[in-house]
């Protein structure tokens, strides 16, 4: 069997990194079993669906290093879900009711009264074919629910009606669906609701592995009925946690938190935002992956805590500094380009300076520090005003190699006594106006001597 597996967000807004999460587990799943993915928009609500949001999941998901084999929208297979629901209705398990929003209400509240679960009371298998025409007459149209099934038809046993199956993630799993109301599947206005398409599509699609958030658990078992119903063995299915803010508060596509485009915008490397979205709330060390192969060997998916997991935007700059710091040239070279970073001097430049970037796009006001001296000089007393004018006549001349620093700073701390912190911050000070950052010697030949004579206080 091809283990293949789906993501399928509805094109309403743009996905979080809680999206990212359940959009990464699939895929390095796939990886792992050299399966296929499937990007799947969920998007049958046509009002609040767009395909400026489809487009940029996509964007977002390549960004990742996601590339899906295919790409479909359920809004173009209206044809398969109506030939689903003949069938359904066929099997006489898809049933029209006729209550409005209003009723229904009541009659949950009058429930909650005796004790009883509000769910809903199977009712419309009831009416008469008058009271059917009655409807009718007056305009109602019905909205169809599915008959939610009872596992045993032997009138000497109990009814069973819990469905049961080994959760990738969560191990053994029940849902009981007689605390369930039978599900609407299609709306009034002949719409649908999530969960047919979703069945049919992965029937269609020979979907293998379902995995998403652990907010589907009821309705996993819910579709594992409608699978059956359809004549289909349900594929295997998975639920990871759900990532929350660090207050706790659920991610939301509507509000924008913590928003892939956001992040991206905000400078954060894509591997950061992989490997927290994947490791957070698993039993492996969250730490920063060079790529997605390298992720895929730390990714498990039965290593998934059952708790919601806290996700702290903070954790994304330390992985990103790691990122940052052991980046090789060649894979910096082409992005250092657009930020105007080129020449001979860039490699050396930028394994000078990676090790104090939380940023890629910070290298820039290093550049600048290098090329065009201090953006902001520093002040000095006089008495560290003296030392410079001393230290920098005696700065050695040219040639310069690697050892120009240690040699400049060995003729001053003999000429002047000074040693230590007292010697070398002014020195920064007044070679890149900062109190901290690269090394010096790294520094100094790509200043050159001249370079390095300008910026004598």
Same mark, same amino acid.
């Given at each position: 069997?091809?283990?293949?597996?789906?993501?399928?967000?509805?094109?309403?807004?743009?996905?979080?990194?809680?999206?990212?999460?359940?959009?990464?587990? !699939?895929?390095?799943?796939?990886?792992? !079993?050299?399966?296929?993915?499937?990007?799947?928009?969920?998007?049958?609500?046509?009002?609040?669906?767009?395909?400026?949001?489809?487009?940029?999941?996509?964007?977002?998901?390549?960004?990742?290093?996601?590339?899906?084999?295919?790409?479909?929208?359920?809004?173009?297979?209206?044809?398969?879900?109506?030939?689903?629901?003949?069938?359904?209705?066929?099997?006489?398990?898809?049933?029209?009711?006729?209550?409005?929003?209003?009723?229904?209400?009541?009659?949950?509240?009058?429930?909650?009264?005796?004790?009883?679960?509000?769910?809903?009371?199977?009712?419309?298998?009831?009416?008469?074919?008058?009271?059917?025409?009655?409807?009718?007459?007056?305009?109602?149209?019905?909205?169809?629910?599915?008959?939610?099934?009872?596992?045993?038809?032997?009138?000497?046993?109990?009814?069973?009606?819990?469905?049961?199956?080994?959760?990738?993630?969560?191990?053994?799993?029940?849902?009981?669906?007689?605390?369930?109301?039978?599900?609407?599947?299609?709306?009034?206005?002949?719409?649908?609701?999530?969960?047919?398409?979703?069945?049919?599509?992965?029937?269609?699609?020979?979907?293998?592995?379902?995995?998403?958030?652990?907010?589907?658990?009821?309705?996993?078992?819910?579709?594992?009925?409608?699978?059956?119903?359809?004549? &289909?063995?349900?594929?295997?299915?998975?639920?990871? !946690?759900?990532?929350?803010?660090?207050?706790?508060?659920?991610?939301?596509?509507?509000?924008?938190?913590?928003?892939?485009?956001?992040?991206?915008?905000?400078?954060? =490397?894509?591997?950061?935002? @992989?490997?927290?979205?994947?490791?957070?709330?698993?039993? =492996?060390?969250?730490?920063?992956?060079?790529?997605?192969?390298?992720?895929?060997?730390?990714?498990?998916?039965? &290593?998934?805590?059952?708790?919601?997991?806290?996700?702290?935007?903070?954790?994304?700059?330390?992985?990103?500094?790691?990122?940052?710091?052991?980046?090789?040239?060649?894979? &910096?070279?082409?992005?250092?380009?657009?930020?105007?970073?080129?020449?001979?001097?860039?490699?050396?430049?930028?394994? @000078?300076?990676?090790? !104090?970037?939380?940023?890629?796009?910070? @290298?820039?006001?290093?550049?600048?520090?290098?090329?065009?001296?201090?953006?902001?000089?520093?002040?000095?007393?006089?008495?560290?005003?003296?030392?410079?004018?001393? &230290?920098?006549?005696?700065?050695?001349?040219?040639?310069?190699?690697?050892?120009?620093?240690?040699?400049?700073?060995?003729?001053?701390?003999?000429?002047?006594?000074?040693?230590?912190?007292?010697?070398?911050?002014?020195?920064?000070?007044?070679?890149?106006?900062?109190?901290?950052?690269?090394?010096?010697?790294?520094?100094?030949?790509?200043?050159?001597?001249?370079?390095?004579?300008?910026?004598?206080?």
């Amino acid at each position: 069997m091809t283990v293949t597996v789906r993501f399928a967000p509805s094109p309403t807004g743009r996905i979080h990194i809680g999206n990212a999460r359940t959009a990464l587990f !699939n895929w390095l799943f796939a990886m792992n !079993n050299k399966g296929r993915f499937i990007q799947r928009f969920d998007d049958t609500d046509i009002a609040r669906s767009k395909q400026e949001y489809a487009d940029s999941i996509l964007y977002d998901l390549h960004w990742l290093g996601i590339f899906p084999d295919v790409t479909e929208y359920q809004s173009r297979r209206f044809e398969i879900y109506d030939a689903a629901v003949e069938r359904l209705k066929g099997a006489r398990v898809l049933y029209a009711c006729y209550e409005t929003p209003e009723e229904l209400d009541l009659r949950r509240k009058v429930r909650r009264t005796r004790g009883l679960p509000p769910v809903y009371g199977r009712e419309a298998l009831t009416l008469t074919p008058e009271q059917v025409a009655e409807y009718q007459s007056d305009g109602r149209k019905p909205h169809w629910r599915f008959l939610l099934p009872n596992f045993t038809s032997d009138p000497l046993q109990p009814e069973r009606t819990e469905v049961h199956w080994n959760d990738l993630v969560r191990g053994e799993e029940t849902v009981d669906l007689a605390s369930l109301s039978d599900p609407v599947l299609v709306r009034e206005d002949g719409t649908y609701l999530y969960t047919l398409p979703s069945v049919v599509d992965d029937i269609e699609m020979g979907v293998s592995h379902v995995i998403r958030g652990d907010d589907h658990v009821t309705n996993t078992g819910v579709q594992i009925a409608i699978f059956k119903a359809l004549g &289909a063995e349900p594929p295997v299915f998975g639920h990871h !946690n759900l990532l929350t803010t660090v207050s706790g508060e659920g991610l939301s596509k509507r509000t924008g938190a913590l928003s892939i485009e956001s992040l991206r915008e905000d400078g954060i =490397e894509p591997m950061a935002v @992989a490997s927290l979205a994947v490791l957070v709330g698993t039993s =492996e060390n969250v730490t920063a992956a060079h790529d997605l192969n390298e992720l895929a060997g730390h990714f498990d998916p039965a &290593a998934t805590s059952k708790s919601a997991s806290k996700f702290d935007p903070d954790e994304l700059f330390v992985l990103n500094r790691t990122l940052m710091h052991r980046m090789p040239f060649e894979e &910096a070279r082409d992005r250092l380009i657009v930020l105007g970073i080129s020449g001979d001097k860039a490699e050396p430049f930028w394994l @000078a300076v990676r090790g !104090n970037l939380d940023r890629l796009s910070d @290298a820039v006001a290093w550049w600048r520090i290098l090329n065009e001296g201090p953006q902001e000089p520093a002040e000095f007393s006089g008495e560290d005003r003296d030392f410079l004018n001393q &230290a920098f006549e005696l700065l050695p001349e040219e040639p310069w190699n690697g050892t120009v620093w240690k040699d400049w700073t060995g003729k001053i701390r003999e000429a002047t006594g000074r040693k230590g912190k007292p010697l070398f911050m002014p020195l920064r000070l007044a070679l890149t106006g900062r109190t901290s950052g690269p090394e010096l010697s790294d520094l100094l030949p790509l200043m050159g001597r001249e370079g390095t004579l300008a910026r004598r206080p």
